[in-house]
């Protein structure tokens, strides 16, 4: 599966932003999806996940409750909606997916697919 995400920008703490992975080549039905982020001189962390039948879904503590995944089969795309952004959210978003099953897991390993990232710039 190819994955194509879009919608980072800059934003002023506080507003929201909606990023989109758009994928293809296979259904995102069959696989973990999930968003992953990068600041500048940090590693790759976890944000939140669906699991395959998009009935589960999994945050780090930091995003609860500002962020929400989601995603619409018909387009074959994931959604991470971002409400409340605050100036740490600042980073790379990537858009990956995992075959493997596990949508509970943090570790960037666990995931095969990787879509390049999108810039999210918060300013305060």
């Known amino acids: 599966v190819q994955l194509q995400a879009s919608g980072g920008g800059l934003v002023q703490a506080g507003d929201s932003l909606r990023l989109s992975c758009a994928a293809s080549?296979?259904?995102?039905?069959?696989?973990?999806m999930a968003w992953f982020r990068q600041a500048p001189g940090k590693e790759r962390g976890f944000v939140g996940s669906?699991?395959?039948?998009?009935?589960?879904?999994n945050y780090v503590d930091s995003v609860m409750g500002r962020f929400t995944i989601s995603r619409d089969i018909a387009k074959n795309t994931v959604y991470l909606q971002m409400n409340s952004l605050k100036p740490e959210d600042t980073a790379v978003y990537y858009c990956?997916?995992?075959?493997?099953?596990?949508?509970?897991?943090?570790?960037?390993?666990?995931?095969?697919?990787w879509g390049q990232g999108t810039l999210v710039t918060v300013s305060s």
């Open positions: 669906i699991n395959r039948s998009g009935v589960r879904k």
């Open positions: 080549g296979r259904s995102i039905s069959g696989y973990v």
């Open positions: 990956v997916a995992s075959s493997y099953g596990n949508f509970m897991s943090h570790a960037p390993h666990d995931y095969n697919y």
